[in-house]
DNA sequence: CACCTTTTGACAGCTACTCTCATTTCATGG
DNA sequence: CCATGAAATGAGAGTAGCTGTCAAAAGGTG
């Protein structure tokens, strides 16, 4: 389990004088790297954005960005929500329908994404759809997700998490959004993003028999 | 040249003699890499295993290597499932209901698939779980079988191949096959892989909602 | 055989990423 | 306030995947 504390952006060091000199400036540094990458991206786009030129924009050494991000890809690719839908998810009714649930727990996150930096959002997105290596990271990141949520499921309907039910229904859920998102950039983020998701849960909740 | 042991293809190169021996030697090149590959990550694994360790005991050079295979985990990723399931595909006549169809089509893949080289299969499955790059690349390859079978479901339903219907359809498809995979690689292979296969086309048949 | 095209190998170069080690920066107890 | 220990950083070397170029070799053709 990934709990490397440090909820990341909405909240500035400055807010938190309860941590350290060392902690608020761990959070500064891990932001100064994001902002000078997504700056850098912007300029030039992501492959001729050099992990060289991120540090030095960001005015740390190049080590200290691998320190702080695995990958380059990483960098971009923020994933701050699994905890919220987990936590979302367990806050309703057990008795709840579960694709109830399901779609309140997305429009949530949706919110809660857009509200933080609607042009990351964007970015983001847009990146997944013309960087191949950067929507694979993001496959591999919701695969994560979807660890999590086999596991709510699970807790929700009685089967075993890991079962191959259960992780199929994950999967196919991790897939669809994957397409919503790739699909709501690709037509240049003009429609609504909780329309389209309402879309693929109504497919989902269906089956594909149809 | 050591290959000629055990053809991964179905067909050797010396079976096509129309072909010159241009093509013929191409073929065997490919397969060369292609074995070495093989062998040398399962004596050493696939991290140890260096393009310049395959490109010498395929006797090419590592330019070639790079010449056959855009990236390293091409090597091991053969996809030539897809035209073989979009010939099966059409071969279907039209009224046949649509989860039929899939579910003949994907029986008929697996059955194909396991005939060429079931050790091979596993390997495949198990770097997949084990490699996450391996791994992404797959998922990145089967985006391409995804865009198929959008035109596969359009075809069969009438709907726009390019609406988010069709698209979140297909995605959830390939990320359920994909899971499948996975399930079968971490159980040791002890399914019977076209039983799981079974079980996941159940889920999606059925929807998401129960 | 001569000529053209395709394929190959050698090499140089770039960059993501890893590892090590010395230096600096922060935290803490006296 | 300082000394000691721990953590973060920077510098540098090294690995390997991947790209590009160019000349040599091999295949095809008249």
Redesign the interface.
């Known amino acids: 389990m990934n709990t490397m504390t440090a909820a990341p952006s909405p909240f500035s060091p400055a807010d938190r004088p309860q941590l350290g000199l060392r902690e608020r400036k761990k959070i500064k540094t891990r932001e100064a790297i994001r902002t000078a990458t997504y700056a850098l991206v912007k300029e030039q786009g992501y492959d001729a954005t050099t992990i060289e030129q991120i540090a030095e924009r960001a005015e740390v050494s190049p080590s200290t960005v691998f320190r702080y991000f695995p990958t380059k890809e990483d960098i971009v690719i923020t994933d701050e929500f699994d905890p919220i839908i987990m936590d979302e998810l367990r806050a309703r009714p057990a008795d709840e329908?579960?694709?109830v649930t399901l779609r309140y727990v997305m429009h949530k996150a949706i919110a809660y994404g857009m509200k933080e930096d609607e042009e990351v959002s964007r970015l983001r997105t847009h990146l997944m759809v013309q960087v191949?290596a950067v929507?694979?990271?993001m496959?591999?990141s919701m695969s994560v997700t979807?660890d999590m949520l086999c596991q709510a499921i699970a807790e929700r309907?009685g089967r075993d998490q890991e079962s191959?039910?259960v992780?199929?229904?994950?999967?196919?859920?991790?897939?669809?959004l994957?397409?919503?998102s790739l699909?709501w950039a690709e037509h240049g983020h003009r429609d609504e993003f909780k329309d389209?998701m309402d879309?693929?849960l109504?497919?989902?909740?269906?089956?594909?028999?149809?």
């Open positions: 329908p579960w694709m191949p929507r694979s990271r496959m591999e979807g309907t191959l039910e992780r199929v229904s994950a999967m196919a859920l991790i897939g669809a994957m397409e919503t699909y389209l879309r693929t109504d497919v989902l909740e269906h089956g594909l028999s149809e």
